[in-house]
């Protein structure tokens, strides 16, 4: 079973140029996460999604982050413009259903912001 | 969101010595969820607790869930240097949807 995909794996931008991150999930999983991960810390939920609806983004700095996962697969998530403590890795997770089950994570983007 | 908090933060240990890294919440927790990153990694899921008083064993790894369902606790008996990585728990949001982590407890197992 192919796990859940995330490019690109590293990204380097300056401050306030745009980047976008993309995730494929695990295929029939219908819960999707993004996390940010920064060094040191543990993963911060940004956006829950089910299928193509949001459940929970209360974390999600909407001023300059976006998510949307048309159709209900694949997702992207965009920062617009980025902050030099964006820098951080961004992880893409899902899993089967929206609660009480085991979530698989990508390998992640490793994000730096100059 | 749910908050869950880790202790310690830290912790090192000589090879065969036992690990232990609690979770606490403030408020009764519907399940917890442990996962496991190697540096370098990504989370990978260890397992979920559900029900008060819980115990589950996976070889050298011993996981509880508290009576009250606000605490949990990872013990790690005789460490090997491959159990090297953060250890985190992860628990459901007030909606009952977002799956929050805690900060993670660090391991580093010398031989």
């Known amino acids: 079973e192919a796990g859940v995909a995330q490019s690109p794996r590293y990204k380097i931008i300056e401050k306030r140029q745009s980047v976008a991150f993309w995730c494929n999930p695990i295929?029939?999983?219908?819960?999707l996460y993004w996390y940010q991960q920064i060094l040191g810390q543990g993963p911060k939920l940004l956006i829950q999604f089910q299928n193509n609806g949001v459940v929970d983004d209360s974390q999600l700095p909407k001023d300059r982050f976006s998510a949307e996962r048309l159709k209900g697969v694949d997702s992207t998530l965009k920062i617009q413009p980025a902050k030099l403590e964006d820098s951080a890795v961004y992880l893409c997770?899902?899993?089967?259903?929206?609660?009480?089950?085991?979530?698989?994570f990508g390998q992640g983007t490793r994000l730096t912001v100059v | 969101g749910q908050q869950v908090m880790q202790i310690p933060q830290y912790q090192h240990v000589q090879e065969g010595e036992d690990f232990t890294t609690y979770c606490n919440s403030s408020?009764?927790?519907?399940?917890i969820q442990w996962y496991k990153q190697r540096p370098g990694g990504h989370p990978v899921f260890l397992i979920q607790l559900v029900k008060s008083g819980e115990v589950k064993k996976q070889k050298r790894l011993t996981f509880q869930f508290g009576e009250a369902k606000k605490n949990s606790s990872l013990h790690i008996t005789a460490t090997q240097t491959t159990d090297v990585g953060t250890y985190f728990c992860?628990?459901?949001?007030?909606?009952?949807?977002?799956?929050?982590f805690g900060k993670g407890t660090s391991l580093l197992v010398t031989p």
């Open positions: 997770a899902s899993s089967t259903g929206p609660r009480n089950t085991e979530a698989f």
């Open positions: 408020t009764t927790l519907s399940n």
């Open positions: 992860a628990a459901p949001g007030d909606s009952g949807y977002a799956l929050n």
């Open positions: 295929s029939g999983h219908a819960t």
